[in-house]
């Protein structure tokens, strides 16, 4: 109780009330100030690094390339195999996007717009898939091409596997 007394003399005068309302009012405005000055040292949203999308695209390819070797070499005849893949693009991201579409007079419109995450500064679009690089091409050396049927199996096991046309794939004798 006496501490509530003293408390209130304290206050009680009116240079006391200035001074209590002016410490008051500056913390305030400098909480007000600090939630400015933050967000402006937090870094922008970057977009993937291209070194280490290059990278991941290499390896994809690497660990495609010794998958479709392993399985080439179980095809009879092939024998010895070596496999080379080309890639035209590296990984690619699909955003989630919500949108509408209307039709009036022979015109269609379409307004899209991504779905965005997190709040403040740190907003960034939600990334709905990653598409894996998309391989153009192949070339595959075998010791047993010398047979047109062992080469037909692995053109046609070739374009299975990787979804392409056989006119993308070039099948070669190894030394």
């Known amino acids: 109780m006496k501490a509530f007394g003293k408390l209130g003399e304290v206050l009680g005068s009116k240079g006391s009330a200035i001074a ?17 000055l933050t967000d402006r040292k937090q870094p922008a949203p970057q977009a993937p690094d291209t070194v280490s999308t290059a990278s991941q695209s290499e390896s994809y390819c690497r660990d495609t390339e010794e998958r479709l070797r392993g399985f080439l070499r179980r095809i009879d005849g092939a024998g010895e195999v070596e496999v080379y893949l080309t890639v035209g693009t590296g990984e690619r991201y699909v955003y989630a996007a919500e949108g509408r579409k209307s039709s009036q007079d ?3 419109e379409e307004e899209k717009k991504y779905v965005m995450t997190g709040g403040g500064g740190q907003r960034e ?3 709905e898939t990653v598409q894996a690089p998309a391989i153009t091409g192949a070339v595959v050396a075998c010791t ?7 080469e037909e199996r692995i053109y046609r096991a070739v374009s299975a596997a990787l979804g392409i046309p056989t006119s993308r794939i070039y099948v070669t004798k190894m030394k």
């Open 20 to 36: 209590v309302t002016a410490l008051g009012t500056a913390g305030l405005l400098l909480i007000l100030i600090s939630s400015f």
């Open 106 to 108: 022979n015109r269609t």
């Open 125 to 127: 679009p939600l990334i």
């Open 144 to 150: 047993g091409c010398g047979d047109p049927a062992v």
